[in-house]
């Protein structure tokens, strides 16, 4: 884990937000952005060289009194020179074991539909597609998904 501010982890989401702006180049970010105040939990990726090439962040959500706690996924994002390696499956791994240890048993995100790849990604890790959520309800464009841990 390392803090939102590490300058990694900074730059990473830099690359991320370049790669989404290309795709949503007239759509914003849903929602407030996550920020140092509101993630809980975020996590790098590094290859054999020790460089960073993959992270992701939890952020709580209030899933409401009937539901267990839950997180909403932020920020997943490999590089692309590192795709199809198992960075994703690492990092997603590392943030539901970290949701599990607080207790989180929900874990939900949102995707674009310009990101095929994401989409069959976390269809494969098991997330089911579910109806939007908090800022993303009536958003054009969002896909969410949600996986209940054990």
Same mark, same amino acid.
Request: charged share 30%.
């Given at each position: 884990m390392v803090p939102w501010d590490d300058a990694e982890a900074v730059a990473l989401?830099?690359?991320?937000? @370049?790669? &989404? &702006?290309?795709r949503?180049?007239?759509? $914003?970010?849903?929602? =407030?952005?996550?920020?140092? =105040?509101?993630?809980?939990? /975020?996590?790098? @990726?590094?290859?054999? @060289? $020790?460089? @960073?090439?993959?992270?992701?962040? %939890?952020?709580? %959500?209030?899933? $409401?009194p009937l539901e267990p706690a839950g997180a909403e996924l932020k920020r997943m994002y490999v590089v692309p020179e590192s795709r199809g390696t198992g960075v994703a499956e690492i990092v997603l791994k590392a943030l539901e074991d970290q949701a599990a240890q607080?207790?989180?048993?929900t874990l939900r995100l949102a995707t $674009?539909? !310009?990101?095929?790849?994401?989409? !069959? /990604?976390y269809a494969r890790a098991g997330y089911a597609e579910i109806e939007p959520f908090g800022p993303y309800v009536g958003v054009e464009l969002v896909r969410c998904f949600e996986r209940r841990l054990r």
């Open positions: 989401r830099e690359r991320q937000e @370049a790669e &989404l &702006l290309a949503y180049m007239e759509h $914003g970010e849903p929602g =407030a952005p996550p920020s140092a =105040a509101d993630m809980a939990v /975020f996590v790098l @990726a590094r290859d054999e @060289a $020790g460089t @960073a090439v993959g992270c992701g962040g %939890l952020r709580r %959500l209030d899933m $409401g607080n207790g989180w048993r $674009g539909d !310009r990101q095929p790849d994401a989409i !069959r /990604f």
